[in-house]
């Protein structure tokens, strides 16, 4: 326990390095496509709406939010690491 406590500044830094890899990889796999439709409207002439569109689109907002939370979380320990004593 000893050992954590004396390297808790690396701890934190470490940390907040593997929060930003995994908040990375969610934006990068869940950024966002240009072929999901945000409304769900189809590329035909009807007046239906694709609910697996919709759900896949909110989906992907889900997953990209949570990644950028992460890149933020990340940054605030690294911050945090270095005014750790």
């Known amino acids: 326990m000893r050992f954590f406590y004396e390297n808790l500044p ?4 470490s940390l907040g390095l593997s929060l930003d890899i995994f908040g990375a990889l ?3 796999r ?3 496509p240009m072929e999901i439709s945000r409304t769900g409207a189809t590329h035909l002439i009807t007046d ?3 609910e697996a569109e919709i759900q ?3 989906r ?4 990209s939010s949570v990644g950028f939370a ?9 911050i945090l690491s270095n005014w750790i004593r």
Request: net charge negative; proline share 0%.
């Open 10 to 13: 690396s701890v934190v830094n």
């Open 70 to 78: 992460l890149l933020v979380a990340g940054f605030l320990l690294q």
């Open 60 to 63: 992907f907002d889900r997953w």
């Open 26 to 28: 969610l934006i990068w």
């Open 56 to 58: 896949a689109a909110k």
């Open 48 to 50: 239906e709406c694709d």
């Open 30 to 32: 869940f950024g966002l």
